[in-house]
């Protein structure tokens, strides 16, 4: 799940022109951090100035839950085999 988002990217959220995007941030309407020559949007102003212009929601809400690991496999430690020599062979007499 994404966090922040380009003026690129929230304006293809909102099926608009980024130019949008960026007049609304130069407004105050929209919050939005200036990275370099770029701005990053939070989602979760992403969505307050989406539903603050009349649109509904617009991430849907995603319900985290408590999801217990699996257990990792114990591991049995084994001694290390030494190495044998050549065996002796019997012969049938």
């Given amino acids: ?7 690129g990217e929230a304006a293809e959220l909102l099926s608009c022109h980024k130019e949008t995007i960026r007049r609304a941030i130069k407004d105050g309407n929209l919050q939005a951090a200036k990275l370099g020559r770029g701005y990053r949007v939070s989602r979760v102003d992403l969505e307050a100035f989406w539903q603050a212009q009349g649109g509904g929601v617009l991430f849907e809400k995603v319900e985290q839950q408590a999801v217990e690991p699996e257990p990792e496999p114990e591991l049995v430690e084994t001694k290390p085999k030494k190495p044998r020599g050549p065996e002796q062979l019997t012969l049938p007499t």
């Avoid at 799940?1 to 003026?7: C, G, P």
């Fill in 1 to 7: 799940m994404k966090h922040t988002y380009t003026l």
